[in-house]
């Protein structure tokens, strides 16, 4: 099965090209994952960020780790999806693709947006975004709940919306399903960018698979009144 035939794969690990971030005692490095197999029929290009910490190398550990996790269950769960159709399909090739950007850091907190794209068979691939938002004083990744307080999904509706039909979406079900306040999981893919809060819309949440995954980015004072003091988002908050 696919899973033996990926024991022969070679991995290519890039050697870590440090960046040195002026606002943090640490650097985030990148490393690369590139495996293939024979023919090139799957390939599996990764990318994803990790921690120097010189001077606390147990936070640097658990915020690698966190992050290896997470990069290791998007390819396993690639895997399992290609592991049948892999040997009744010979004549279909598979990608995974994983890549990042930092939107945001310091000592206190690193916000991370990574968008994933898989083909595992279909008439086309399936794009996603997912988000690390990291409080590295509570070495966790944190929730809306954790920095949001009150009726904050009503402002990431309301606004997300509004926005999106002035930018010529259509006032349909689709989009008001897609934005509902009722569904916190509308909002899971969001980041912090140092001014504002960045939600991503997955394929087909807010419109048909042609659209992509729009974004919006939310005015940070939007939320006056809505965000936890205690929370990582609370030194933003005068």
């Not at 024991?7 to 590139?34: D, G, M």
């Not at 997470?70 to 592991?83: A, G, L, P, R």
């Not at 693709?97 to 916000?111: A, C, D, K, P, Q």
Request: charged share 20%.
């Amino acid at each position: 099965m696919l899973r033996k035939i990926f024991l022969v794969l070679t991995i290519f690990v890039l050697f870590p090209a440090y960046k040195s971030f002026s606002q943090a005692n640490f650097v985030l490095y990148n490393e690369s994952i590139f495996d293939s197999t024979p023919g090139g029929r799957v390939v599996i290009d990764v990318n994803y960020p990790q921690m120097k910490n010189n001077n606390d190398i147990v936070k640097q550990q658990k915020f690698n780790q966190y992050i290896i996790d997470i990069i290791n269950s998007e390819v396993n769960n690639f895997k399992s999806m290609i592991d049948t159709s892999y040997l009744l399909y010979p004549e279909m090739r598979y990608d995974l693709n994983i890549e990042y950007s930092v939107l945001f850091h310091n000592n206190n907190y690193i916000s991370i947006i990574f968008n994933t794209y898989a083909y595992t068979g279909g008439a086309h691939g399936m794009p996603k975004v997912f988000n690390v938002n990291y409080d590295l004083i509570a070495d966790e990744d944190v929730r809306l709940s954790y920095v949001f307080k009150g009726n904050f999904l009503e402002i990431f509706s309301n606004y997300s919306r509004s926005y999106l039909i002035k930018n010529g979406f259509d006032d349909d079900e689709w989009l008001r399903e897609g934005t509902s306040a009722t569904k916190s999981d509308n909002f899971s893919a969001w980041g912090f960018t140092g001014k504002e809060i960045l939600v991503t819309f997955q394929a087909y949440q807010v419109g048909p698979y042609a659209i992509g995954m729009p974004e919006v980015l939310i005015p940070l004072d939007k939320f006056k009144g809505y965000i936890r003091s205690e929370g990582v988002l609370g030194q933003f908050v005068k």
